[in-house]
């Protein structure tokens, strides 16, 4: 995505996560859905209730795909809290095995 020149959101879900991968493959498929969310790209962590996805900062702010997504979480009554956006490659840190 950042070799695209797409952005890259985190986001902590706000609310109650029934466990079990049918939660992260239907979230996954909301997010993906969205406008202006590279299709494919989305990641549901169920777990440590998370999720990301890429998007065009050019086609789509993010605020108006985070809008989006809020409208679509409201009927499972959740919400997002944003954690970071990565606009470029050297906000990436390789980690070192030792």
Do not use: N
């Amino acid at each position: 995505a950042l070799g695209q020149k797409h952005h890259v959101a985190f986001f902590h879900i706000d609310g109650t996560l029934p466990p079990g991968d049918g939660t992260k493959r239907a979230l996954e498929a909301l997010v993906d859905s969205t406008a202006g969310v590279d299709r494919g790209s989305a990641r549901v962590s169920v777990e440590t209730a998370t999720l990301s996805f890429a998007f065009d900062p050019e086609r789509a702010p993010i605020g108006l795909v985070h809008r989006g997504l809020e409208r679509k979480l409201v009927a499972r009554k959740l919400s997002l809290m944003p954690l970071r956006v990565m606009e470029s490659p050297g906000a990436l840190t390789a980690v070192r095995r030792r």
